[in-house]
């Protein structure tokens, strides 16, 4: 039996989106299960339907293809073809990383060359147990560090030359992000996922990526509140909205009002103990 990949498409373009569907129905090997004409409606799509494989538009306003990456935990992340009509975003490093990446206007050799690639990806995915979130994020720093942008200070706390020191004291989080240098308290964080050696820390609803593995982040935190709820992701306790019972022995958590986190059953323990 031939493998068929669940597919989302997203682009705010609705003719755009018109097309893409047209020309992804006629590859056997695609199923869409929806179609977003937005990030907000994308992010939100991939986590009530984990598809298989995404065709992310870049440039869209408000949430961007590259922030839904980034808000995405690394334990339902699909796949993903970028489709953008510009070539500013470091194209190389994109396909360095195992992340396909077609140019508007859409051709159908192209199309069809990304979805054989996204298979053999889905395939080797499942061999592996792993997503590429990891590869993207990397991607996506590059682009960042490319842009050559002096580095400022975004806080309302002055650090000194002991920046670190401070820091722990203060319980920030220090987080490089593109052009600014962002200190983020630890009771403001909502929860932290991590893909290889990236962790994206979502707090006051935004997400910023870091160079760090969960480990080196979880001996900064207190591990009274921050608890690990899968592999690959930890929760500010307090932080928790809702618990949604999900199948076998899993759990969902509701943050920010609008993010669902996947708690694995090895770690369902955790929640239990948190609930009584």
Not at 24 to 41: A, D, F, H, Y
Not at 58 to 72: F, W
Not at 74 to 98: G, R
Not at 129 to 139: E, H
Request: aromatic share 6%; charged share 30%.
């Amino acid at each position: 039996m031939s493998t068929v990949l669940r597919t989302l498409i997203v682009d705010d373009e609705p003719l755009a989106l018109k097309l893409l569907a047209s020309k992804l129905e006629k590859i056997p090997q695609i199923t869409v299960i929806g179609q977003c004409k937005n990030g907000r409606e994308a992010a939100q799509a991939i986590m009530e339907h984990e598809p298989d494989l995404v065709f992310l538009d870049i440039q869209m306003p408000g949430v961007s293809g590259l922030e839904v990456v980034k808000r995405t935990q690394e334990a339902i992340m699909p796949l993903v073809v970028f489709i953008t009509a510009y070539e500013e975003y470091a194209l190389e490093a994109f396909e360095a990383n195992a992340v396909d990446y077609i140019l508007k206007p859409l051709d159908n050799e192209r199309l069809a060359r990304a979805v054989a690639r996204a298979l053999d990806l889905h395939q080797a995915k499942e061999a592996v147990d792993s997503s590429n979130k990891a590869n993207i994020l990397q991607a996506i720093e590059h682009i960042d560090k490319s842009k050559n942008k002096k580095v400022t200070w975004s806080a309302r706390d002055t650090l000194d030359a002991d920046s670190a020191e401070n820091a722990a004291t203060l319980k920030k989080l220090v987080i490089k992000d593109r052009d600014e240098i962002h200190l983020i308290k630890h009771s403001d964080i909502a929860w932290i996922d991590a893909a290889g050696d990236y962790i994206c820390v979502h707090a006051n609803g935004q997400t910023y990526i870091k160079r760090s593995t969960l480990k080196e982040v979880l001996d900064e935190l207190d591990d009274n509140v921050f608890k690990r709820i899968h592999r690959s992701t930890i929760v500010n306790l307090k932080a928790i909205e809702k618990v949604i019972p999900h199948t076998k022995g899993e759990f969902f958590l509701v943050m920010d009002g609008e993010h669902k986190i996947k708690v694995s059953r090895n770690y369902k323990d955790v929640i239990r103990s948190f609930l009584t």
